[in-house]
């Protein structure tokens, strides 16, 4: 009988080394002087502070903040098209995003990746949108893992998650409490579908619709491939830019990242009891992918509200008085921005009208 091997089994140890090999020089690329180098070790190491004083940060009362979150089944559009180097952002998008609405400032990332067999160039490419996204949030990525599964997934497939680490001090925590009547609601644009609701996506685009990932939609102005899988806006550096303005006075009250659930779940989970939100329809452009998606599938309103962003991927509420300030800064930042609603008194609902 011959000797069994982990080769024999799906797992050739050689091709990992070579996995291995080209990611040192992409992670690297995210580092900052925080990051403490510790090659060969069992794990990654990240300083609070910095040491030098021009870009200290002196915490008085440091809060870690933690998010993980995954890309779900938009990786199907990714395996599909053979492009994998975009849904690496989509991961710290969805984690880095979730973070910034604590008010934190992202320090670092780890990625977990599931595959059916080591594919180097396909680890490069996964791991290169990771990078990317790190580089746009300002977070390093300190450390990561691969796990080769034949039996679990096949030839080709793979999954991966995220997990983000940030930090706040305790008198700038954004937690919706401050969210007070009169307040104003701005959204910033999203970049399309982002990572939510692709379950839906694939089921009217490709099942019923009959659509491929090369046609070219005349709506869209690009193929479904192309819009698809345009990976999820990283809101983190213009928000940082807001809080960071604003040191004294907390004027940001609440922010919220639009994912599953749309406007109306996401913005509830950041309410007072005592208020509501009005959320005025209308108030932003659509983008072209919606309507298309809607119209293919035959959705009806409230189902498309409920599961996709609709347009806006980030709500930031902030005082009356500073709104136009917040408002401005954002845009110079690179945002879309748009005052879509306002506070009023309430038992922490949102309305869309």
């Known amino acids: 009988m011959a000797k069994a091997t982990y080769k024999d089994a799906g797992v050739d140890l050689d091709v990992y080394a070579e996995s291995m090999s080209r990611l040192p020089r992409l992670v690297k690329r995210t580092f900052s002087p925080r990051v403490m180098q510790l090659d060969g070790g069992f794990a990654g190491l990240f300083k609070l502070d910095f040491d030098n004083a021009l870009f200290a940060r002196k915490y008085e009362d440091p809060v870690l903040i933690s998010c993980t979150d995954g890309v779900g089944t938009k990786i199907k559009l990714a395996i599909d098209s053979g492009k994998h180097d975009t849904v690496g952002i989509d991961l710290v998008a969805m984690c880095v995003n979730d973070a910034i609405c604590c008010g934190a400032e992202p320090l670092f990332f780890l990625d977990y990746i599931a595959m059916g067999k080591d594919d180097p160039e396909l680890l490069e490419q996964l791991v290169t949108g990771i990078t990317n996204g790190c580089v746009d949030s300002d977070c390093a990525l300190i450390g990561g893992e691969t796990a080769i599964m034949p039996d679990l997934y096949k030839v080709g497939d793979y999954d991966m998650a995220g997990f983000c680490v940030g930090v706040a001090d305790r008198k700038h925590l954004i937690d919706g409490k401050a969210i007070a009547e009169g307040d104003v609601v701005l959204g910033i644009s999203s970049s399309g579908v982002h990572s939510n609701g692709f379950s839906l996506v694939r089921k009217v685009v490709f099942d019923i619709a009959g659509l491929s990932l090369d046609d070219h939609i005349e709506a869209l102005g690009a193929t479904i491939g192309e819009t698809l899988l345009t990976p999820t806006k990283i809101y983190v550096q213009p928000v940082r830019n807001v809080l960071s303005h604003y040191k004294i006075k907390n004027v940001v009250h609440g922010i919220a990242h639009i994912t599953g659930g749309g406007l109306q779940e996401n913005l509830e989970r950041i309410l007072p009891k005592n208020v509501d939100v009005e959320i005025k329809k209308g108030s932003w452009p659509d983008l072209p992918v919606f309507p298309w998606i809607q119209q293919l599938g035959e959705i009806e309103d409230a189902e498309m509200a409920r599961v996709f ?23 110079e930042g690179g945002c879309d921005v748009f005052e879509i609603g306002k506070v009023t008194s309430g038992s922490g609902k949102v309305e869309l009208r």
Do not use: C, W
Request: aromatic letters at 8%; charged letters at 5%; a positive charge.
């Open 309 to 331: 962003n609709m347009g806006i991927g980030l709500v930031v509420i902030a005082s009356s008085y500073y709104a136009a300030s917040v408002q401005k800064m954002l845009a």
